[in-house]
């Protein structure tokens, strides 16, 4: 369904002349769209390529922080000049290999935002980090920073500092990088031994330890400058202060323990500046498409080696919940070169300017109103069942009841796309074109390179997306991401439901399509959904997104948790959950060769638990229409199904991928 919406933007935008185009927010498109495709068409293995693309980088890259390995002088002289500077390139890159941030609803106030300050998202799962089975996954790794350095290296003519290598001989280039490469690999399992697994993740009382003024937030760490981060991410003057808004450490021990790295004098300031270099590097270079040959003569091992690493803006996720986008893999759909180069060019904007493809493809899609209208209607059946499924459960008590039926009142619906984004005229653009009023500069790309243009683009995500959003009235009506995307998702922060256009596709939907088919897919997603708002996360805020306390009204949480549910409606919560816990926890991927992984219970048992009860609640409001309505007919060519089997196989169908 994504490669599908994908292609057809980029027709558009491939049948389209500039001149054409009425929205600026369509130009800016067109403008990266041409660039990335250009960009794309160039052959990487080109010598001159090569060379152009990392002197484009380097260029940022030495002015903005510098690179000691190569000798090119660290920028930051203290710590508090390198928290500085790892909030301004955050600011204009998207990522930080040592800290990283989000800005959302108070957890305590959703009528007003706050700035989060997190560990860093890893460049694997963190069980590649601190588990033994996946040693040769770290090793290879470490040969794709050898490489990476060593191509940076060679074709901008820069020569190795070889203190930071000192057990490497004198001239032998690839031992040097190699040694660098598993010190980078050793600091980051450090990082990852600190940081908090997914498991620890989903007490919010927990990640909630507000500062109202950077003064006090100084005062928590020796070394760990992080007012100097947020002066970064927000471009704030040394005299500026906070401005009615909070800033929030979600995982104080993990800070601690950096904390602990810097005033151990373990590493300087220059080898954390070249930690910052390489993963700089890491981040930018496979998005630019520069071509990275392997220093050994052998070839990338499938699932070992990548040529090329996760955009940064992929792995930091988006909310309370840091809800991901799964990136298109348009090999695994069409074997056609080209069509794989266009569909990964609107997939990079999806990311970077998500309202811009999702304002396109919403103004395109002649039935987007039709659509609209029984997309509400189908979640408002759902919705209605799902209340009377609460009502039969025999573990929660009736205050408790009460408060999760106001979280299904209270919740906020967006359904396909935000009309205070879009506007409520298609023919009208000021409104999309005042919202993108950031990306201005990619009005006129003549004198631009591509790395140019992605500049622009991620900058302009980040102010417009983040940080230029923190001081203003929180909204429980944001997206989070475009309305393009083949996703759903659910904000506990927020106690809001989204629904983008493109999940109303198939696999999952069509307005065309028997009931039995869209309440299975569609419907099931919806259920899935709102299910969360009733698991182990959702249920610990209210109706209206914040903590919740004992009382109605009352954020004065439990001293270990916040939840709508008393403690006896808790403990009956968790038996069930952990029921669920031990079902996951026996499904496993056997392997021939190799480890074989199975499913962690605790993990995904949000998951899992929103699948059950989301998929039930939709079967339950398939039900209801047809005793209302009448039954479905039987489908030509499969009459020996009832539309109640139809249903299921469906459901099934919609998981199936490649």
């Not at 020569?159 to 280039?173: I, M, R």
């Not at 929030?248 to 323990?257: G, M």
């Not at 499924?389 to 619906?413: F, P, V």
């Not at 307005?511 to 708002?533: D, K």
């Amino acid at each position: 369904a994504q490669y599908q919406i994908n292609l057809g933007l980029a027709d558009y935008f491939d049948s389209n002349k500039l001149d054409k185009l009425k929205a600026d927010t369509e130009k800016y498109q067109k403008n990266y769209f041409d660039a990335c495709v250009a960009d794309g068409q160039q052959v990487p293995e080109d010598p001159e390529v090569r060379k152009a693309k990392w002197t484009d980088l380097s260029k940022d890259l030495h002015t903005d922080l510098g690179f000691p390995l190569v000798g090119k002088a660290g920028v930051p002289k203290d710590a508090s000049d390198l928290f500085q500077k790892m909030g301004m390139m955050e600011r204009m890159y998207t990522g930080s290999p040592l800290a990283t941030s989000f800005v959302t609803a108070d957890f305590k106030n959703s009528e007003k935002n706050a700035l989060y300050l997190n560990q860093p998202p890893l460049q694997f799962t963190r069980d590649y980090f601190v588990k033994p089975q996946y040693i040769t996954n770290l090793q290879a790794y470490a040969k794709d920073i050898r490489d990476l350095i060593l191509a940076y290296a060679d074709n901008l003519g820069l020569k190795l500092d070889y203190t930071y290598c000192p057990d490497a001989v004198e001239g032998d280039d690839k031992q040097c990088a190699q040694q660098v490469a598993e010190w980078a690999v050793n600091l980051e399992r450090s990082i990852a031994m600190a940081s908090w697994p997914d498991t620890e993740l989903r007490n919010y009382k927990q990640q909630y330890t507000p500062f109202s003024s950077l003064d006090s937030l100084d005062k928590m760490f020796k070394q760990v400058k992080l007012s100097s981060y947020v002066r970064g991410l927000l471009q704030m003057t040394p005299a500026d202060e906070l401005n009615g808004f909070n800033v929030v450490i979600s995982q104080p021990t993990y800070f601690t323990a950096l904390d602990g790295l810097f005033d151990s004098y373990a590493y300087s300031i220059a080898d954390f500046n070249n930690y910052l270099a390489i993963h700089w590097l890491l981040d930018n270079a496979g998005e630019y498409g520069i071509d990275i040959p392997s220093a050994d003569d052998e070839k990338k091992a499938s699932g070992k080696r990548r040529e090329e690493f996760d955009r940064f803006i992929i792995r930091r996720g988006h909310g309370a919940r840091r809800i991901r986008r799964r990136p298109l893999n348009s090999k695994a759909v069409t074997d056609n070169p080209d069509d794989q180069l266009r569909t990964d060019c609107i997939d990079a904007l999806m990311d970077y300017m998500p309202y811009g493809p999702g304002y396109t493809y919403v103004r395109n899609r002649d039935d987007k109103y039709d659509v609209r209208a029984d997309a509400k209607n189908m979640t408002e059946n759902i919705i209605a069942q799902f209340s009377g499924m609460m009502d039969s459960l025999d573990w929660i008590d009736k205050k408790s009841l009460t408060r999760a039926h106001a979280k299904s009142k209270e919740l906020k619906r967006n359904y396909l796309w935000p009309d205070s984004v879009f506007g409520l005229d298609f023919d009208n653009f000021d409104t999309i074109d005042a919202y993108h009023h950031r990306y201005v500069m990619l009005g006129d790309t003549t004198n631009m390179t591509f790395w140019d243009i992605l500049k622009q683009l991620k900058t302009a995500l980040m102010a417009t997306e983040q940080f230029d959003i923190v001081a203003l009235p929180g909204d429980r009506e944001n997206f989070l991401q475009s309305p393009a995307v083949v996703n759903a998702w659910y904000q506990p922060e927020r106690n809001s439901i989204t629904f983008p256009f493109g999940i109303l596709n198939p696999p999952y939907y069509d307005l065309l399509y028997p009931q039995a088919y869209n309440y299975a897919g569609q419907g099931g997603t919806a259920g899935h959904e709102l299910t969360h708002g009733y698991d182990d996360e959702g249920t610990q805020f209210d109706e209206f997104g914040s903590l919740a306390g004992p009382e109605p009204g009352s954020s004065a949480c439990e001293f270990t948790h916040c939840s709508i549910l008393d403690d006896d409606s808790r403990s009956g919560f968790t038996d069930m959950a952990q029921c669920v816990v031990q079902q996951f926890n026996s499904q496993c991927c056997p392997l021939k060769t190799g480890n074989v992984r199975c499913a962690n219970g605790d993990t995904t048992q949000g998951e899992n638990i929103a699948d059950i009860g989301g998929e039930q609640a939709a079967y339950r409001a398939y039900n209801a229409l047809v005793a209302d309505m009448g039954p479905e007919m039987r489908l030509p060519g499969l009459e020996r199904y009832s539309p109640q089997q139809i249903f299921w196989m469906t459901y099934g169908v919609s998981w199936c991928m490649k």
